[in-house]
């Protein structure tokens, strides 16, 4: 008979009650995901209430842009109809197109009714440009919905998303039909400029195309989109219909798709060339697309209570409130993590530095929260920062009457008027059973006093002087709404 080596040793024999296998790994791991279940339900981030956001999010009611005379200005919202699928362009700001994730899905869904996802923004290229009226030939940006881009930990407006495209290469194509992909993006560059043309459709077009430039574009006829860095058409084809979490779709992509046939176009008569008449292929309904406005005005009135855009004080006060949240002494430990990232001791941070920084503090950003707050700092566009400016920004001045009630305290402490107190005194004199932490029973006073030790920054004496005092409560100034409060707690600290 064999036996185990527990069972040699005097082990009991297996019975059924005897745990075998990796169980405390599973039990562990059932741990970790039940906290993870409550943290994401808590956080509103589970996988079926993000679902429901988005879905509610991006068929919301918007304004869709009324136009008495049927012509189209800068800052109307419009439906994209496309003429042979018989849909309109939408776009899903949850979903990422791709292997970039600041890059964004765009699509043919099969509504044409206003909604969030299928309603755009025409914005201009240049905002120096005085003109009103979108015309054709002339180069305008598709931005998405404002609505789509609300950010509700922050309260405040996202970066806006463009419809662009690039050429196709190994890694960014069209999912379904390996064409130019076409997909938003909050990047304002030259891939989101689009413009419109006539269509090629008969022998008088050519003439038509070319006495249109420059005259207003009318709302309802059709038109093709020509991407001005690729000059490739934007197009989309129902034999390309895809599963999307709204349903069937098509895709859209960039693709010139033209009848066998040719028509006479007029190549540079436009601008004061003589050139023969050149022969084009005409575009297919896969490249026709309209703009509609509503037929109704009342469906252009916004009564929207849109958030502000995203600004870097917005983020700056969101870091506050989250160091707030974690610690006491929230600038102060804010100051001495950053500092000991600080290896070169020049009081510069890099972007990595920062990010990452920020992170392990438990300040979570996403990439364009981050690249708005990093950019506000990076004055010299080198990608270096200055910690000071970070640090001050943060913190905020302390105005006149708070640092009054600072000197009147380091002045009692400096009986002698040197200018120089020794951190001992300091400590004798503090009142640390007044400190909030110990009259709430979080700390203990020999752990509150401990810690309030640890966050003068001394000379190698032991000397603390005026400025580094006044630095202190600066510091803490920033995380004390009140000014009758921040008094109240210096007079109970010092017994001013």
Same mark, same amino acid.
């Given at each position: 008979?064999?036996?185990?080596?527990?069972?040699?040793?005097?082990?009991?024999?297996?019975?059924?009650?005897?745990?075998?296998?990796?169980?405390?790994?599973?039990?562990?791991?059932?741990?970790?995901?039940?906290?993870?279940?409550?943290?994401?339900?808590?956080?509103?981030?589970?996988?079926?209430?993000?679902?429901?956001?988005?879905?509610?999010?991006?068929?919301?009611?918007?304004?869709?842009?009324?136009?008495?005379?049927?012509?189209?200005?800068?800052?109307?919202?419009?439906?994209?109809?496309?003429?042979?699928?018989?849909?309109?362009?939408?776009?899903?700001?949850? &979903?990422?197109?791709?292997?970039?994730?600041?890059?964004?899905?765009?699509?043919?869904?099969?509504?044409?009714?206003?909604?969030?996802?299928?309603?755009?923004?025409?914005?201009?290229?240049?905002?120096?440009?005085?003109?009103?009226?979108?015309?054709?030939?002339? &180069?305008?940006?598709?931005?998405?919905?404002?609505?789509?881009?609300?950010?509700?930990?922050?309260?405040?407006?996202?970066?806006?998303?463009?419809?662009?495209?690039?050429?196709?290469?190994?890694?960014?194509?069209?999912?379904?039909?390996?064409?130019?992909?076409?997909?938003?993006?909050?990047?304002?560059?030259?891939?989101?400029?689009?413009?419109?043309?006539?269509?090629?459709?008969?022998?008088?077009?050519?003439?038509?195309?070319?006495?249109?430039?420059?005259?207003?574009?009318?709302?309802?006829?059709?038109?093709?989109?020509?991407?001005?860095?690729?000059?490739?058409?934007?197009?989309?084809?129902?034999?390309?219909?895809?599963?999307?979490?709204?349903?069937?779709?098509?895709?859209?992509?960039?693709?010139?798709?033209?009848?066998?046939?040719?028509?006479?176009?007029?190549?540079?008569?436009?601008?004061?060339?003589?050139?023969?008449?050149?022969?084009?292929?005409?575009?297919?309904?896969?490249?026709?697309?309209? $703009?509609?406005?509503?037929?109704?005005?009342?469906?252009?009135?916004?009564?929207?209570?849109?958030?502000?855009?995203?600004?870097?004080?917005?983020?700056?006060?969101?870091?506050?409130?989250?160091?707030?949240?974690?610690?006491?002494?929230?600038?102060?430990?804010?100051?001495?993590?950053?500092?000991?990232?600080?290896?070169?001791?020049?009081?510069?941070?890099?972007?990595?530095?920062?990010?990452?920084?920020?992170?392990?503090?438990?300040?979570?950003?996403?990439?364009?929260?981050?690249?708005?707050?990093?950019?506000?700092?990076?004055?010299?566009?080198?990608?270096?920062?200055?910690?000071?400016?970070?640090?001050?920004?943060?913190?905020?001045?302390?105005?006149?009457?708070?640092?009054?009630?600072?000197?009147?305290?380091?002045?009692?402490?400096?009986?002698?008027?040197?200018?120089?107190?020794?951190?001992?005194?300091?400590?004798?004199?503090?009142?640390?059973?007044?400190?909030?932490?110990?009259?709430?029973?979080?700390?203990?006073?020999?752990?509150?006093?401990?810690?309030?030790?640890?966050?003068?920054?001394?000379?190698?004496?032991?000397?603390?002087?005026?400025?580094?005092?006044?630095?202190?409560?600066?510091?803490?100034?920033?995380?004390?709404?009140?000014?009758?409060? $921040?008094?109240?707690?210096?007079?109970?600290?010092?017994?001013?």
């Amino acid at each position: 008979m064999n036996f185990t080596p527990q069972q040699l040793a005097g082990g009991g024999s297996y019975n059924c009650k005897t745990r075998v296998g990796n169980w405390l790994e599973d039990v562990c791991l059932e741990e970790a995901k039940f906290a993870d279940f409550k943290r994401a339900r808590e956080q509103g981030t589970l996988t079926m209430g993000m679902f429901n956001t988005k879905v509610a999010t991006c068929t919301s009611a918007v304004p869709h842009t009324y136009s008495e005379d049927g012509l189209l200005k800068y800052g109307d919202s419009i439906v994209l109809a496309h003429k042979q699928t018989g849909g309109s362009l939408a776009c899903d700001p949850y &979903e990422a197109a791709g292997f970039d994730s600041s890059e964004f899905t765009a699509s043919v869904c099969e509504s044409t009714s206003s909604m969030a996802r299928n309603t755009f923004v025409i914005t201009k290229v240049n905002e120096a440009d005085p003109s009103e009226y979108v015309a054709w030939g002339t &180069e305008f940006r598709l931005m998405c919905n404002p609505s789509l881009r609300v950010d509700n930990e922050t309260n405040m407006l996202q970066p806006p998303l463009f419809l662009a495209s690039s050429l196709k290469n190994e890694r960014k194509a069209s999912p379904l039909s390996n064409n130019q992909l076409v997909y938003m993006t909050a990047k304002a560059t030259y891939s989101t400029v689009w413009k419109a043309q006539m269509p090629a459709l008969n022998k008088d077009s050519g003439a038509a195309r070319m006495l249109s430039q420059g005259e207003s574009l009318v709302s309802g006829c059709d038109v093709i989109l020509q991407h001005c860095q690729t000059m490739q058409l934007l197009s989309s084809d129902s034999a390309n219909a895809m599963n999307t979490d709204f349903g069937t779709e098509y895709e859209v992509c960039g693709k010139t798709v033209q009848k066998n046939g040719k028509v006479s176009v007029m190549a540079g008569e436009f601008s004061g060339k003589r050139t023969p008449m050149t022969n084009v292929k005409p575009e297919m309904d896969q490249n026709i697309w309209s $703009f509609v406005t509503s037929s109704d005005a009342s469906l252009g009135e916004d009564n929207r209570n849109l958030p502000p855009p995203l600004t870097a004080e917005g983020l700056i006060a969101k870091v506050l409130d989250v160091m707030k949240s974690r610690s006491k002494n929230a600038v102060r430990t804010l100051k001495s993590a950053f500092r000991s990232m600080d290896e070169a001791g020049d009081f510069k941070l890099d972007r990595e530095d920062l990010k990452w920084g920020l992170k392990n503090l438990g300040v979570e950003l996403n990439d364009e929260q981050f690249g708005v707050l990093f950019a506000h700092f990076d004055k010299g566009g080198d990608g270096i920062i200055s910690l000071t400016e970070f640090l001050v920004a943060i913190r905020g001045e302390m105005n006149e009457s708070r640092e009054s009630v600072v000197l009147a305290a380091y002045d009692k402490l400096d009986a002698d008027g040197s200018g120089m107190v020794n951190i001992d005194d300091i400590v004798s004199l503090y009142n640390i059973e007044e400190d909030p932490m110990v009259k709430e029973g979080v700390k203990t006073v020999e752990e509150a006093a401990k810690e309030f030790m640890s966050v003068w920054e001394t000379t190698p004496d032991g000397i603390v002087t005026k400025e580094e005092f006044i630095e202190y409560y600066k510091d803490l100034s920033a995380e004390i709404d009140s000014d009758e409060q $921040f008094a109240q707690i210096l007079t109970s600290a010092w017994g001013l």
